[in-house]
């Protein structure tokens, strides 16, 4: 009996350790772990916006065993109202990541009141991280306006799904960069609806991958 008892118990330790094992190794397929800081997947990024527009702020941090929360602020002063705070899943850089913590900051109705820097803290109580975006606001008026369409734009196992609205009868032509120095056309076509949806295959390919569209 006593034998039978001391089997169970070694049994016991083993299976033990294979789960710790495990879980030490899906947290390290993140490269994280319990008490380590957040640490920033996509960063959010500046855009200008026609004056009475409305702008958006994107982050997405990866995913932290010890949380993630966010602080959006306008010239060194907290925003509280235009923050929604979510969870996402998709590739990032070639990595699958579930429940990915991310914040959306929208500012609405701007003026050159508006315009400046933004910035938004991913912190825990293990660090925090800062990241600083510019807003310009344009003065003139433009009638060639491309709009993003967050709500219908994100991150799938596919690539990045862009929604556009765009000027009737338009040129759409979108670019892509990895550095926000070098852009290279990934889309040209004409936009006869006022809406243009892409699919951008490759971003998965990039740690990082930013937009811009215009009119030609």
């Not at 049994?11 to 390290?28: N, P, S, V």
């Not at 959010?44 to 009475?52: D, I, L, R, T």
């Not at 076509?189 to 990039?206: E, H, I, R």
Request: aromatic share 10%; glycine share 8%.
């Amino acid at each position: 009996m006593f034998r039978m008892s001391r089997i169970a118990m070694q049994t016991l330790q083993k299976a033990a350790i294979c789960l710790f094992f495990l879980g030490f190794l899906t947290a390290r397929s993140y490269g994280l772990g319990l008490g380590t800081p957040p640490s920033v997947a996509v960063p959010p990024v500046g855009v200008s916006v026609q004056n009475g527009g409305t702008a958006s702020f994107t982050v997405i941090d990866y995913p932290n065993l010890s949380g993630v929360y966010f602080k959006w602020l306008y010239k060194g002063q907290q925003i509280t109202s235009g923050v929604a705070t979510l969870t996402t899943n998709g590739l990032i850089g070639g990595i699958l990541l579930d429940l990915a913590p991310a914040s959306v900051l929208t500012v609405n109705n701007l003026n050159s009141t508006n315009a400046g820097d933004y910035s938004v803290i991913s912190y825990n109580n293990n660090g925090a991280i800062t990241n600083t975006v510019s807003l310009i606001v344009l003065s003139t008026t433009v009638t060639n306006i491309i709009k993003m369409v967050t709500s219908e734009s994100s991150v799938t196992t596919a690539g990045f799904h862009l929604q556009l609205t765009t000027p009737v009868g338009s040129n759409v032509v979108v670019e892509a960069s990895s550095d926000l120095q070098n852009w290279t056309p990934i889309y040209t076509n004409f936009d006869s609806t006022g809406s243009v949806s892409f699919m951008d295959g490759s971003a998965t390919n990039y740690p990082a991958r930013y937009y811009r569209a215009r009119t030609q």
